[in-house]
């Protein structure tokens, strides 16, 4: 029976980590399609899973009062989704709806957090990849408002 640890160890967000690590990361993970308009979850659902994206397109929404949804980020191939799953109260703080058919490593969020508890080097990798793409989530964001102001940069 094949793994899909080739697939996470090529993955950048994994690169680097330690074998053993990459053991214990393999347990948590299963392979996950979605068809386009399905909502893979939504803004304040338990937030128990974190996403690596094989193929497709998702959108990250947030809701507005008085507009509904609103496309706050586009995530193809490569991008990784979800980063709730790792910091309390583990809720999403926005929704992902599947743009075009979505082929998706899925990690269980409890499964990783037993893990990170198991393992504190791992939590620290994890934690510290994961600021990351929190940061280029909020850069996003800032360029977002400055452009729906008329801001220049």
């Not at 947030?62 to 949804?69: A, E, I, K």
């Amino acid at each position: 029976m094949q793994t899909l640890e080739p697939l996470i160890k090529a993955h950048p967000f994994f690169e680097r980590l330690e074998p053993a690590q990459l053991e214990l990361i393999v347990g948590c993970v299963r392979n996950e399609r979605h068809e386009e308009g399905k909502m893979l979850f939504r803004e304040g659902e338990d937030a128990n899973w974190f996403y690596v994206i094989r193929d497709g397109q998702l959108s990250l929404e947030v809701h507005v009062p008085g507009r509904g949804p609103v496309v706050f980020q586009t995530l193809r191939e490569g991008d990784v989704l979800g980063t709730s799953w790792l910091f309390p109260p583990y809720r999403w703080q926005l929704s992902a709806r599947v743009v075009r058919s979505t082929r998706l490593l899925a990690f269980d969020g409890k499964c990783l957090r037993g893990k990170c508890d198991e393992d504190h080097h791992l939590g620290y990798e994890l934690v510290r990849r994961t600021a990351q793409i929190l940061i280029k989530r909020l850069d996003a964001a800032r360029l977002q408002l400055l452009d729906l102001y008329g801001v220049r940069a």
